[in-house]
Nanobody
Framework: QVQLVESGGGLVQAGGSARLSCAASGKIFSINDMYWYRQAPGKQRELVAGITRGGSTNCADAVKGRFTISRDNAKNMVSLQMNSLKPEDTAVYYC?????????????????WGQGTQVTVSS
């Protein structure tokens, strides 16, 4: 069983900052890429940023220069530092990770998701 638990978020004023964190736990053999997605009301879920195990990152154009993704491999954690927040950043933010689990009988790879955390940016 693998769990991803997000923390952070909440209500932030426009121009402010917030930091989201996500910790993976369970019977984890290895974690490859990690991600942050978001879903605003009435819109599809979209990729915000991704980071490889080696630390290479990519960000959506809408957040480039404002958001930074990072990870701590030793702690199985991924974070998203969000600066210069705008009302259009309001969404539920989800972390996701490509995780390999291993037990006596099988090796399994899959993408696991957190439960989501609300970020609301007021104007």
């Amino acid at each position: 069983q693998v769990q991803l638990v997000e923390s952070g978020g909440g209500l932030v004023q426009a121009g402010g900052s917030a930091r989201l964190s996500c910790a993976a736990s369970g019977k984890i053999f290895s974690i490859n890429d990690m991600y942050w997605y978001r879903q605003a009301p009435g819109k599809q879920r979209e990729l915000v940023a991704g980071i490889t195990r080696g630390g290479s990152t990519n960000c959506a154009d809408a957040v480039k220069g404002r958001f930074t993704i990072s990870r701590d491999n030793a702690k199985n954690m991924v974070s998203l530092q969000m600066n210069s927040l705008k009302p259009e950043d309001t969404a539920v933010y989800y972390c996701a990770a490509d995780i390999t689990t291993m037990n006596v009988t099988a090796i399994t790879r899959g993408r696991y998701w957190g439960q989501g955390t609300q970020v609301t940016v007021s104007s």
